[in-house]
């Protein structure tokens, strides 16, 4: 068995507005979520936990989520994270978020996900056990792994940081 410690982000996406006639998918972040968005992309730089690999809803406010949270970590180079749309976060579980989590490949070590809730607390409290968390619009949970991504199953993870726009840093890291 593997002792490679992965780390997996769950994001739940920044506030968005509701702007009339606008439909769900398309909603754009309120200018209180573009504010959170760089603020955690932040904290994700400061506390090192750089994503090799992001998965993302294709709705409109968890691509400005991400873009924006992009926008704060240093780089090495222009093609350094690859980020792979998928619409079947906008509208996943937790167990189809597991399923997404199974298809990554060994070598990713951080994985970010960007999706929207109920899924992101479900998958949060599925995987670490820790069932009375908040998470509201632009949550992060970091969860430590000591399994391969095709093993992540229910059970299988720690909550080793989280962080909310009004609470920052509630579990510090190691």
Not at 43 to 50: M, P
Not at 69 to 91: G, K
Not at 143 to 170: C, E, Q
């Amino acid at each position: 068995m593997s002792t490679t410690v992965r780390t997996l982000l769950v994001l739940r996406h920044s506030k968005s507005a509701y702007p009339e006639e606008t439909a769900d998918f398309d909603r754009p972040l309120a200018p209180r979520g573009l504010r959170d968005a760089v603020t955690l992309g932040i904290w994700i730089r400061d506390q090192g936990l750089q994503p090799d690999l992001v998965g993302c809803s294709t709705a409109t406010r968890a691509r400005q989520t991400w873009d924006l949270v992009s926008d704060q970590l240093a780089w090495p180079d222009e093609d350094a994270a690859v980020v792979r749309y998928d619409q079947r976060l906008y509208h996943a579980d937790a167990g189809d978020m597991i399923g997404i989590a199974r298809e990554i490949p060994l070598e990713v070590e951080i994985l970010a996900l960007v999706g929207h809730n109920p899924a992101a607390a479900d998958l949060v409290a599925s995987l670490t056990g820790e069932s009375g968390l908040t998470f509201p619009t632009s949550a992060l949970a970091v969860i430590g792994l000591r399994r391969g991504w095709d093993r992540v199953a229910p059970g299988s993870g720690s909550l080793d940081g989280y962080w909310t726009p009004k609470g920052g840093s509630v579990v510090p890291l190691g």
